[in-house]
Each structure stands twice: as structure tokens, then as C-alpha cells.
């Protein structure tokens, strides 16, 4: 089984920076054939797709609300992947998914295989 832990939530102030990470284990990933991705869950929301990357050719993609605040990258020999939250607002405040997977349609949810527990973002005004 592989597990997915994320880290480095918290609360910030509006306009603030965080963090996350997410580190995988346990049973090998392929981590050539997979991608990793971010979703986030508000109270009362759908889960929504936030950013993903390709491990073997660190290609990444955005969703339109995060693009040029949000950058997602990767450490291979760490087996973890990052999101580097700048210039956050009320509306980023919610749960943060790692997740992995032989993904094709990086924004697609059902597409992941593996999920993380989730981190808290919370973002005061």
C-alpha cells in the first residue's frame, strides 16, 4: 500500500506564504509513470483540483484561481512534492490533498489512485 502524508498547514494572514508538502511511502511507487497532485476541500465545497505534476518530466498545471500564486515542484530523491502557496486569500482557506496517481488528466479527481489525510489551510482576513 502506499501511504501519502502532507504537511505544513496553518494560519496565515491574507497576503501571507506556506508550504505544504507531501511525502510518499511504502510500497514502491512508479513514481516514472505517476503524477502527483493537490486538491483542497472548503466547508460545505467540492473537492477541487488545485495543481499537479509529472514526476518523470516535471510538467505541472495550475487551476485558473491558483495560477501565478501557487508553485507546485518536486524532490525525487525525497519523494515528495511541494506546494509553495504565495499571496494567500480567505477563499484558499480549506483542506489540502495530496494524491497520486497514473494520471492522464492531471485535474481530473477520480483519476488519483492514493490520497492523503489532508492539511489545514486557514486564511484570516
Known amino acids: 500500500q502506499v501511504q501519502l502524508v502532507e504537511s505544513g498547514g496553518g494560519l496565515v494572514q491574507t497576503g501571507g506564504s506556506l508550504r505544504l508538502s507531501c511525502t510518499g511511502s511504502?510500497?514502491?511507487?512508479?513514481?516514472?509513470?505517476?503524477?502527483m497532485g493537490w486538491f483542497r476541500q472548503a466547508p460545505g465545497k467540492e473537492r477541487e483540483y488545485v495543481a499537479a505534476?509529472?514526476?518523470?518530466?516535471?510538467?505541472?498545471d495550475y487551476a485558473a484561481s491558483v495560477k501565478g500564486r501557487f508553485s507546485i515542484s518536486r524532490d525525487n530523491a525525497k519523494h515528495t512534492v511541494y506546494l509553495q502557496m504565495n499571496d494567500l486569500k480567505p477563499e484558499d482557506t480549506a483542506v489540502y490533498y495530496c494524491?497520486?496517481?497514473?494520471?492522464?488528466?492531471?485535474?481530473?479527481?477520480?483519476?488519483?489512485?492514493?490520497w492523503g489525510q489532508g492539511t489545514q489551510v486557514t486564511v484570516s482576513s
Open positions: 511504502g510500497r514502491r511507487l512508479n513514481y516514472s509513470a505517476y503524477a
Open positions: 494524491a497520486a496517481g497514473q494520471v492522464f488528466r492531471l485535474s481530473l479527481r477520480a483519476a488519483y489512485d492514493y
Open positions: 505534476i509529472r514526476w518523470s518530466t516535471g510538467g505541472t
